[in-house]
């Protein structure tokens, strides 16, 4: 998954005006799925009278929805939790209550050492277990300490309430549905599939369920969410075994749900009915999401990737073959243990071959007990950096690139919020670029046409036409 939670606003933060209410300010770090699980919590806690707060001065209880994908993620943590350490006892002092929760997969990976690192932390309930925090609560607040970090049996979505329609709205007019939690390919650099566990399928009617509820409410567009999205697999309604192309195309006939993304992908599972899927539904944005990581065939098959860069690289081919206007974002690591200038060249030489839209990149990061961390050979730092610095200046000048390609073209946006100017908005390409425009007359969730007609550092300018 990505970081990308610069991008997204607090979900959970709805205006908070009843005042005898209690307060929760819930703090995401790293994915879009910890995002979803943050909108989920928010909405446990609102069914036992909590409301959402954006501070944490202004709250009652504190979550922080941890990411543990580098040691950077989970260092910001315990620093947080430093600063909540005395907010805590400044409260104490004043005889308010002020309680503390890490959720999320640092949660997951350290669990009970949480409590010995931070005092101040009342509960750590990992990924799997949010649904049961209102209890945990409960019990921190008769004086106990909670670690619930159990892979549950119970289906956690079964037990979380959906909200109404205003609630819904009130978010926007997209919405992550989480559809695939955990993940069976154990890349050697990677704790996902430590801290959320084996790959599980949520089913097809729980999701078909969400998703006519959302769209209800008025949400627009829908991004499915998974540590491995297209790894999603069920029962489809004819009873035969559905992977993720069948569940668009099935998503796709829900009336008023103009537009469906997923995230995050991996190669080995692009089938050939996802691909179908691009090539046949409107409503699929033309944008994929697929990492390859390096470009080098020793440094994959040492991240246990199971596929060349060749591969790779036809397999992008197929896809393009079948959706031609498709842009392409990827997740790429340098310096993994052993890696050296010409296998980096190698990744350079990919990213020319394929030219990515969107990209995001890291050094990597050695986390403790993943197969990586045992390599020799890690890479130096400052190697490390120079690499990223080079692989980033070249990923910036095709994003820049692809941004300059669209000036000129008509698109459709998908209007989500106000502008910073008057009777401007900001709309959604369908290739997830934001687009300001001047849309007298037009409402947030409305599809436009426009033009586009200029680039900014981080959106697109365009002027609406009729058509
Ligand atoms: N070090 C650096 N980057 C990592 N990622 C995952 N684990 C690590 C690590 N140990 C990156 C991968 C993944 C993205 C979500 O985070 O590129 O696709
Ligand atoms: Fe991590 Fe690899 Fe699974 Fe992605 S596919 S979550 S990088 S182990």
Not at 18 to 23: D, I, L, S, V
Not at 38 to 59: I, K, W
Not at 281 to 295: D, K
């Amino acid at each position: 998954m990505t970081d990308q939670t610069a991008l997204i606003p607090n979900p959970v933060a709805q205006a908070a005006d009843r005042t005898n209410a209690r307060k929760v300010f819930i703090k995401t770090y790293g994915c879009q799925m910890n995002v979803y699980d943050s909108v989920r919590m928010g909405d446990a806690l609102a069914s036992e009278g909590y409301v959402t707060t954006d501070t944490a001065e202004d709250a009652d209880l504190v979550l922080l929805n941890t990411c543990h994908i580098r040691e950077k993620a989970a260092d910001k943590v315990y620093s947080a939790l430093g600063r909540l350490r005395d907010m805590k006892k400044e409260r104490n002092a004043e005889g308010r209550e002020l309680m503390i929760g890490v959720t999320g997969c640092v949660a997951q990976a350290e669990g009970e050492e949480i409590l010995r690192r931070s005092s101040a932390v009342d509960v750590v309930i990992g990924p799997q277990t949010y649904h049961r925090l209102p209890q945990a609560l409960k019990r921190a607040r008769q004086g106990e300490r909670v670690v619930d970090t159990d892979y549950a049996v119970e289906d956690k979505f079964e037990h979380l309430p959906v909200p109404d329609k205003k609630v819904i709205r009130s978010r926007g007019v997209t919405s992550f549905l989480t559809v695939q939690e955990g993940c069976d390919k154990f890349c050697t650099f990677c704790v996902v599939p430590y801290t959320r566990g084996s790959e599980v399928s949520r089913p097809l009617a729980q999701i078909l369920d969400e998703a006519n509820k959302l769209v209800d409410a008025g949400v627009r567009e829908i991004t499915l969410l998974g540590q491995n999205v297209n790894a999603w697999h069920g029962t489809g309604l004819d009873g035969s075994s559905w992977g993720l192309g069948d569940l668009l195309y099935r998503l796709a006939e829900i009336p008023g749900l103009a537009r469906l993304r997923y995230t995050t992908s991996h190669p080995r599972d692009m089938d050939d009915r996802l691909i179908e899927a691009h090539r046949d539904l409107r409503a699929l944005m033309p944008y994929l999401h697929l990492p390859v990581q390096a470009g080098s065939d020793r440094v994959l098959k040492a991240m246990n990737r199971r596929h060349t860069a060749e591969e790779y690289v036809r397999l992008i081919e197929r896809i393009r073959a079948a959706r031609p206007d498709i842009a392409l974002s990827g997740d790429f690591i340098v310096g993994f243990p052993g890696e050296t200038d010409a296998e980096f060249e190698d990744t350079l030489k990919l990213v020319e071959t394929v030219r990515y839209a969107q990209s995001f990149s890291f050094k990597y990061s050695t986390r403790p007990g993943t197969p990586g961390a045992e390599l020799g050979s890690q890479v130096a730092e400052e190697v490390k950096a120079e690499r990223l610095e080079r692989l980033q200046a070249l990923l910036l000048k095709q994003q820049h690139e692809f941004a300059e390609s669209c000036v000129g073209k008509v698109i459709d946006i998908l209007l989500e919020k106000p502008g910073r100017m008057p009777e401007q908005l900001i709309g959604r390409s369908p290739w997830l670029q934001s687009v300001n425009v001047d849309a007298k007359s037009s409402q947030i969730g409305d599809i436009i046409s426009v033009r586009i007609v200029g680039t900014g550092p981080n959106s697109l300018f365009a002027e609406r036409i009729e058509r």
